[in-house]
Structure formats: C-alpha cells, structure tokens
DNA sequence: GAGTATGTTATATG
DNA sequence: GCATATAACATACT
C-alpha cells in the first residue's frame, strides 16, 4: 500500500470514519508488529480513548488520542479496513481496534513489516526516528542544499527516510524521470538547478498521485508509473526502459531521457 | 523452484 | 561518531 501519496488517501478516507469515534478496545493478534511496546502497554494507550485526529508525517499515520497517539506504520503491504459486524474478511488481520459505533478498524499486513506503536507527540516521534522533513513541506531550494552533502545515488537519497520522508521506490522513480535525471547520478554532483527541478518534481508528483486517488492509470499522461516496467516504451520518447538495481531496490528509467 | 515485490533497520565497513 | 552498503525480516504472486 504504501509511500506518501498512499498514506495520505487512507488518512482522509478514514477522518469521516474514525474522527470523533472512541475505541472502545483493542484486540493484538499477533505481536510482531508491536513496535517498542506489549500488547498491555496498547491497550492503556487506545481503549476508552476518543479520536481526534488523524495525522501523517512521510509513511507514518498517527492517530491523535487527546493523551498520546497510536502510530501506524503500514510497511510494504499493510492496510486499515473499516468492517461493519463481526470482520474477517482480512486474512492476515494483526489487529483489531473495535469502535463504539460498532464498527472495527482492522490492521491487515500479510507480510508484517508494517508496525503499530504509541507516541507522546509527532515531534518526539520524528526525533526519535530521526526523520527528515515531510516530503510535501520542503521547497525546492531547501531540498537542493539538503541533497548537495550525500555521496550517494541520488535515487538512494530520495528513498533515505532520515533526509525526507515519504518518498519510496517507485516515485522516487517518477521524480526522477520527470526532471530527467540518472537515478545513478552521484547527488552532489547534480547542478543546483537539476537538484532545484527535483524537488518540483517530487512534489508534483506526490501531489498528482493524491489527486488521483493513487490509481495509477488516472496519472497524467506521460508519467512513468503508467507503464513502469522495463521493456516498456518510454511515456515521453517511445525508447525501452531499462532497470537498475540501486540501493538494493528495482529502479527504472529511460536511458534516452534520463542519460547522466 | 526462482525471481520479484509500494519498507525499515541491524550490522558491517571505510 | 559518521556516511554508506548490504542482509534480514515474512508472505504472496508470477
């Protein structure tokens, strides 16, 4: 499910659905993806507490409870289902968090590398994790001086959680090829005005994505996760994209338009 | 069986 | 201590 843009459309999906609703009990059903506390400590800090908000920082989703937050971190394949009744419906459903209208919010994550938590605030969360800034808060000038001090790809730079949050594997990608650059180019070898385009472009981006749901096929034309596939032909010039492997993750781009 | 998958983090190395 | 690179985690699907 998962990189900004995802965490995003679920956040205001389940504001009308959650906001204002009290949990009136939370259920565990598997432990491994309690992150830093037990199932007791979960408890104390969700049952009988009201929901205010929901908030969302990069990946992250916090649930603000008045005294403290429950965090959720969807991993690479965790979801939140509202199910009306009795549930199942989730085959891999880790934990439950019933509401007092009857409904339940179910945490389903097949491959449990997402993970629930508690926080005293936002902020203290980004400290302690050392994230970096939002994604969608950081203005192009802040993000090309940020990215000139990394040796790395800059395609490995955009997925570092710690430098900005939110950005994953596959619109890292999609920045990348809308300011046409090597997903292979060294960062702080990019010109400050190719660093400048990037954070445009990755805010662009996000944002596009949000406005279409996340579905994929409602992107504007010419974007590459419409056919993000090497051996598929570039959105923009016809040439194959090709794929990489940078960072341990697939990356893919068109060689034509994206050369070093 | 092999290869791949929207992520993070512990560990190793320079 | 810092920056960077890689392995490991668990499961489903092609």
Redesign the pocket.
């Known amino acids: 499910?998962?990189?900004l843009p995802?965490v995003e459309v679920l956040r205001r999906r389940l504001i009308p659905a959650c906001v204002g609703r009290r949990i009136n009990e939370v259920v565990v059903k598997d432990g491994?993806v309690l992150?830093e506390v037990d199932s007791s400590e979960l408890q104390a800090c969700v049952e009988n507490k009201s929901v205010v908000n929901i908030l969302r920082h990069?990946?992250?989703l916090f649930f603000d409870l008045g005294s403290g937050l429950l965090t959720v971190?969807?991993?690479?394949?965790g979801e939140l289902l509202i199910v009306q009744g009795c549930e199942e419906l989730a085959?891999?459903a880790r934990a439950l968090f019933k509401m007092d209208d009857g409904s339940t919010l179910v945490y389903n994550d097949?491959?449990?590398?997402g993970?629930l938590g508690c926080t005293r605030s936002v902020k203290d969360f980004i400290m302690d994790?050392g994230l970096g800034p939002d994604a969608l808060s950081l203005d192009e000038k802040e993000f090309s001086v940020c990215a000139k001090?990394?040796?790395?790809?800059i395609k490995?730079?955009l997925?570092?959680?710690h430098i900005l949050?939110g950005?994953?594997?596959?619109y890292s990608d999609e920045a990348l090829f809308q300011a046409r650059i090597n997903p292979t180019k060294v960062?702080?070898k990019i010109s400050s005005k190719g660093l400048r385009c990037l954070g445009r472009e990755i805010k662009e981006v996000l944002l596009q994505s949000i406005y279409a749901e996340?579905v994929f096929e409602r992107l504007p034309k010419g974007y590459l996760l419409r056919c993000r596939r090497r051996g598929e032909l570039c959105p923009r010039n016809n040439g194959v994209l090709t794929?990489i492997?940078i960072?341990?993750?697939?990356s893919v781009y068109c060689p034509t338009c994206q050369r070093n």
């Open positions: 499910m998962p990189e995802e491994r992150s990069g990946k992250q971190h969807l991993g690479m394949t085959p891999h097949p491959r449990m590398f993970r994790r001090s990394h040796r790395r790809p490995a730079v997925m570092d959680q949050a950005v994953g594997n596959l960062a702080n996340t794929s492997e960072g341990g993750r697939t």
